[in-house]
């Protein structure tokens, strides 16, 4: 399978829709179809089911798309790596991280390496935990920003920064002003969480089965800005980091739980060979961690 096959093929297969990837691909839907049957026939099996007008994935075209997933990603990485060679100077890194920290460890990270390093691209991607630490196995992203540690073989691993986390209550909230509480007063709170697969659900649901507490909770949401505001409006308490803005209407409590905080840290795949670029920005990273919480 050559590269531009890969493209089509994992564009199909991830939209599972013939006219969007047509358009993505900016190719003729018949032009689009006719390529995907030349591939089954030579393939000897069908990759999709359809169901009318759609398309879905069956077992074969899902073992398929795994293999021809990674081989895009090796050959974007080969391409990468032949550009690095011909201009070391000017190289691409990936970058993937949580959501919280698009508003300041990322942009700060990004512009303070290129002040020292010249036009390095960035190419940026943020989304859950689970989500760019797959990226990362995958060879989908070079780096990636995440909390708490991956517990996935096959990463590498430094700690950036910890922050403390803290009980988020509305102003008018009974706790507000409390000089501290813990996970195990908090059994009849309703709570406001991130949704599974995000690092600070994870954090919290290690917390509550510490303190032995089931959590009732009230709402889900994918971004703590969301979180913050829903307990803003009243509608519950939420675990949230120290160091996030805090608005007016909100208040914060101090949590003396062993375990509160949350270590911020660098992955990679152990295996890959990173770029020039990738390494110089990795030993920026972590040589600004140092500098500026030294442990």
């Known amino acids: 399978m050559l590269g531009a096959d890969l493209e089509w093929f994992t564009t199909l297969a991830e939209t599972e829709n013939v006219s969007a990837a047509a358009d993505r691909l900016h190719l003729a839907q018949p032009t689009l179809s006719r390529m995907l049957a030349r591939l089954e026939q030579r393939l000897g099996a069908p990759l999709f089911d359809r169901h009318g007008k759609r398309i879905r994935l069956n ?42 920290f698009g508003g300041r460890l990322a ?13 390095v691209d960035f190419r940026l991607h943020q989304g859950a935990a689970e989500v760019i630490t797959r990226q990362v196995l995958d060879g989908e ?13 096959g990463l590498g691993w430094r700690t950036l ?22 996970i195990g007063e908090l059994a009849d709170a309703e709570f406001i969480t991130m949704h599974p697969g995000f690092g600070m659900r994870r954090i919290f649901d290690e917390l509550c089965a510490a303190a032995g507490v089931r959590p009732r909770i009230a709402f889900e949401a994918s971004d703590l800005v969301t979180v913050r505001g829903l307990v803003a409006a009243g509608l519950g308490v939420a675990l949230v980091p120290e160091d996030e803005p805090i608005p007016p209407d909100l ?33 920026f990273a972590v040589d600004r961690a140092a500098r500026r919480h030294p442990r």
């Open 251 to 283: 208040a914060v409590v101090p949590l003396a739980d062993a375990g509160a905080s949350r270590d911020v840290g660098l992955i990679w795949s152990a295996t890959a060979t990173p770029s020039e670029a990738v390494r110089r920005f990795r030993e």
């Open 161 to 182: 920064l910890n922050q403390p986390l803290v009980l988020a209550v509305p102003a008018d909230h009974r706790l507000a002003g409390q000089r501290h509480t813990r």
């Open 107 to 119: 942009p700060r990270l990004i512009a303070e390496f290129r002040r020292g390093a010249g036009r």
């Open 141 to 153: 992203a070079d780096l990636a920003l995440v909390s708490p540690r991956p517990g996935e073989p």
């Open 59 to 100: 077992e074969y075209g899902r073992l398929y798309y795994e293999h021809a997933r990674r081989a895009r990603a090796e050959l974007h990485a080969g391409e990468q790596a032949l550009a690095d060679r011909i201009n070391p100077a000017k190289g691409v890194v990936r970058l993937s991280f949580l959501h919280s």
